[in-house]
């Protein structure tokens, strides 16, 4: 979670520009291919980091001192309490057909919560925790709410064969994905071995780093999946690259990501807020760590998907707000999931980049976490991140 501006309007519903970022509703645009390169093996983090990063990235000059936070008063808000539909029901041993050895199983600790441990290019900034999975869950029954219920939006056909999801998580995108294509062979892959025990007999786990050389076979899938994979990817040209390998021609290749930025059409989230401080530190420490934040921002996706070679490339834009704040009922409801995403483990979120990465004091990132609590919990504040879906075939 698995799984990094443009105005935009208030969210709505009906047809919006053609703008990738200034979208509410889909937008779809088309762009050429370009021929394929050969697949590499991804770059280390810290290599990969000073050849990807672009150059208008914040520096820490943007991102305010620990300090300024535990000075900070936390001042009370009108507290966002329209949101019970939040608190519904949102879905719900290991599995692996790859050996598992003990060093896969031991993982890594920081301030108690668990996170996959440095094997190869493996680094990850999420847990990989109960609290973690929980989230995860949460954010899977959003990305259905946000598609209207679909789990994919790539013209895939209905007796689809070979599948595979990368970074799967949890696992719960393949089982529902495996549940409703039950003729369908599919294989979801992570680096740490989390996701359960019963599953569809149609699905199997695999542990796999997605940074290194892919251990498929050319031309094996008929479609392969990724879903919030921002800060995980220490190479997106060799990732895609790996992945145009790894298509069957005709197949398809998607993925979802979204941007870490929160962003407001009124002003209420400013630069040295709370949200908007978070925004900073994840983009700078994504040029420290060597994996960037700004899938959305750089285009990472449609870029990636084109220098590869994959053709039709189809790029939808939707605007996701965060609390209960939007007055229409389905983005009401959205907004609640979104919030309830951050607020189910916040910390799991903020822990690794905050402390590893740039170096705060676990009693410095509790006081900020205060402070982004009670942001998000002010009704004043009209926050909303950018979610992109982009999808290509592989020519037949």
Same mark, same amino acid.
């Given at each position: 979670m698995a799984d990094k501006k443009r105005t935009t309007p208030a969210p709505e519903v009906?047809?919006?520009? $053609? %703008? $990738? *970022?200034? *979208? !509410? %509703?889909?937008? !779809? !645009?088309q762009s050429p291919a370009a021929p394929a390169q050969s697949p590499t093996t991804a770059q280390s983090p810290t290599a990969a980091a000073a050849a990807t990063e672009p150059a208008h990235t914040s520096t820490d000059s943007d991102i305010l001192p620990a300090q300024h936070w535990q000075n900070a008063p936390i001042e009370e808000a009108e507290f966002d309490d329209d949101d019970e539909d939040a608190d519904s029901a949102f879905g719900g041993g290991t599995d692996s057909t790859a050996s598992l050895s003990e060093s896969i199983l031991n993982f890594r600790n920081l301030h108690g919560r668990t996170y996959h441990s440095d094997i190869g290019a493996a680094a990850a900034w999420t847990p990989n925790d109960e609290s973690q999975a929980e989230s995860m869950d949460i954010h899977h029954h959003m990305c259905t709410l946000l598609l209207d219920g679909k789990l994919f939006l790539a013209p895939i056909p209905d007796d689809v064969q070979k599948v595979i999801d990368i970074g799967t998580g949890t696992g719960i995108w393949a089982i529902d994905f495996a549940d409703t294509y039950p003729a369908a062979n599919v294989i979801a892959t992570d680096v740490s071995p989390v996701q359960p025990n019963w599953v569809p007999p149609n699905l199997s786990f695999e542990i796999d780093d997605a940074n290194q050389e892919w251990t498929f076979k050319d031309n094996t899938f008929d479609y392969i999946h990724l879903r919030a994979m921002f800060g995980s990817i220490a190479d997106w040209g060799a990732f895609y690259r790996e992945a145009f390998r790894c298509c069957k021609p005709g197949g398809y @290749?998607?993925?979802h990501s979204n941007s870490v930025k929160f962003d407001s059409d009124d002003g209420s989230v400013t630069p040295d807020s709370p949200m908007g401080q978070w925004t900073k530190v994840f983009w700078e420490g994504g040029r420290k760590f060597g994996r960037s934040f700004r899938v959305v921002e750089d285009s990472l996706q449609?870029?990636?998907m084109r220098e590869a070679g994959f053709v039709d490339i189809v790029v939808r834009d939707f605007k996701c707000p965060i609390g209960a704040w939007p007055k229409d009922k389905r983005l009401k409801e959205l907004g609640s999931f979104a919030k309830l995403? @951050?607020?189910s483990d916040m910390e799991g979120y903020i822990l690794y980049m905050w402390s590893a990465v740039m170096g705060w004091k676990p009693d410095e990132i509790q006081v900020f976490i205060a402070h982004l609590r009670r942001q998000l919990n002010d009704k004043a504040v009209h926050a909303w991140y950018q979610h992109?879906?982009?999808y290509g075939r592989k020519p037949a």
């Open positions: 009906g047809p919006s520009s $053609p %703008t $990738p *970022a200034s *979208a !509410t %509703t889909p937008e !779809t !645009t @290749l998607e993925d449609e870029k990636g995403v @951050l607020e992109r879906v982009v």
